[in-house]
């Protein structure tokens, strides 16, 4: 007995070993060394996507001469502050523009996703009768615009809005594609069953929707935020088109002057044959690309506030019911 109760518990070690072992070595499914390879493939990966704008801050701190010999760099030869200097020059332009982009992106936003999200939810409940005209009117927004001459005359003529912030803020407050988006989430993860329970109970439906439909749909509202908040924070043709007062030029719009300015003034310096000093005192590359980390880099540390929302929002409500 005691022989066959020790080869039980060596027998009963051993799988325990092997059980240890797939735990340690298994913990996704993957074999041990498919696992390292897909650590490194997406590591990798993540890298290469990350790369770029690592490579555009090099550049921004890389002395301007070094540029024009050697060109780019990974690890620059002489490393500079002059284009944030150059740019900093600008300072009171440039916090001005930080300003109301900040602005038109918060309030932008904010409007963009109530508008949306009432309307799809409108949309998605079938005890709304005329739920299938508005979802046409929608989606054919989508396949069909009045032009942008048409824009811009209801835009200045009829609304007037022109040098205005609301002409920032509300061409892109309603978009046809994220209604869809968000009315597919609505159907998918809002169970009728609860909403009938809460009418039951005497709620009214903007208390439906406030204290039940939001708190379920904060996934797929972040998504739509997300988006949102990247269009308006990007946005620079509704200024160029709108918008001539300097007090309210938008982030962009404003780079994209001054990289115009930059421009010009080598143009003409190189037309009049004018000494090279003042092509010299421009630094054009890695000012552009200061510019691109100003515009970037505070849109970019947003990302990880959104993240754990972004992939389960986009998959519940990318999908057509």
């Not at 009117?137 to 040098?163: C, E, H, R, W």
């Not at 439906?208 to 908040?229: D, H, K, R």
Request: charged share 15%; net charge positive.
């Amino acid at each position: 007995m005691e022989t066959s109760t020790n080869v039980t518990t060596s027998y009963q070690k051993e799988a325990d070993k092997k059980q240890s072992k797939k735990k340690t070595y298994n913990p996704y499914g993957f074999s041990g060394k498919t696992s390292i390879f897909m650590h490194l493939l997406l590591g990798t990966f993540a890298f290469l996507c990350i790369f770029p704008f690592l490579y555009v801050i090099i550049i921004s701190l890389s002395n301007e001469q070094s540029l024009a010999e050697n060109g780019y760099q990974l690890i620059p030869e002489q490393w500079s502050l002059e284009a944030y200097k150059y740019l900093w020059e600008m300072k009171a332009q440039v916090v001005r523009a930080y300003g109301v982009t900040i602005l038109v992106t918060v309030l932008g936003t904010f409007i963009s996703v109530t508008v949306i999200a009432l309307y799809a939810y409108a949309i998605s409940r079938k005890q709304f009768i005329f739920r299938k005209q508005f979802t046409f009117i929608a989606f054919f927004t989508m396949l069909f615009s009045g032009g942008m001459v048409p824009f811009y005359i209801v835009m200045t003529q009829f609304l007037d809005l022109k040098n205005s912030m609301w002409a920032l803020i509300l061409p892109m407050a309603v978009n046809a594609f994220y209604i869809i988006i968000m009315r597919t989430f609505f159907l998918r993860s809002v169970p009728e069953a609860i909403l009938e329970s809460a009418r039951i109970d005497g709620a009214g439906e903007w208390r439906i929707f406030l204290t039940i439909v939001l708190p379920l749909s904060v996934p797929g509202i972040a998504t739509i935020a997300l988006f949102n908040t990247l269009a308006y924070w990007n946005d620079w043709f509704n200024a160029l088109l709108f918008i001539d007062d300097p007090n309210l030029i938008p982030l962009q719009s404003l780079l994209m002057r001054i990289e115009n300015n930059m421009d010009f003034i080598k143009q003409n310096a190189m037309l009049s044959n004018q000494n090279s000093s003042i092509l010299e005192s421009i630094p054009q590359d890695s000012a552009r690309m200061a510019m691109v980390v100003i515009a970037t880099l505070p849109i970019a540390l947003s990302y990880p506030f959104f993240q754990k929302y972004f992939i389960k929002g986009l998959t519940i409500g990318g999908v057509k019911d």
